[in-house]
């Protein structure tokens, strides 16, 4: 099993950057793909990006791809989101998730975080 702690989130204003980190434990964090999800309200939890297990490879979800940047970290056991341009429709609680297969649908993921809330003020 793994544990995963995200961290990062904030209120920050249209045109903004955060960056999201997250914490995994355990020793098999590089057996994993890595993603982030992210949930608006009355809204249903979307893909915003995936990284494979060596970060050869990485997915986004159109709406993020040019402004959003997912990395990872095997020997700290970490995947980060870099968010930039962000924008009002970027807000959401995102997740951080470990999974078998690299794509969008949440059932390839297995692990889930808490969640991190982003708010993009206008």
């Known amino acids: 099993q793994v544990q995963l702690v995200e961290s990062g989130g904030g209120l920050v204003q249209a045109g903004g950057s955060l960056r999201l980190s997250c914490a995994a434990s355990g020793r098999t964090f590089s057996s994993y793909v890595m993603g982030w999800f992210r949930q608006a309200p009355g809204k249903e939890r979307e893909f915003v990006a995936g990284?494979?297990?060596?970060?050869?490879?990485?997915e986004y979800a159109t709406s993020v791809k040019g402004r959003f940047t997912i990395s990872r970290d095997n020997a700290k056991n970490t995947v980060n989101l870099q968010m930039n341009s962000l924008q009002p429709e970027d807000t959401a609680v995102y997740y951080c998730?470990?999974?078998?297969?690299?794509?969008?649908?949440?059932?390839?993921?297995?692990?889930w975080g808490q969640g991190t809330q982003v708010t993009v003020s206008s």
């Open positions: 990284i494979s297990r060596r970060g050869g490879s990485t």
């Open positions: 998730a470990a999974g078998r297969g690299l794509g969008y649908g949440p059932s390839l993921y297995d692990y």
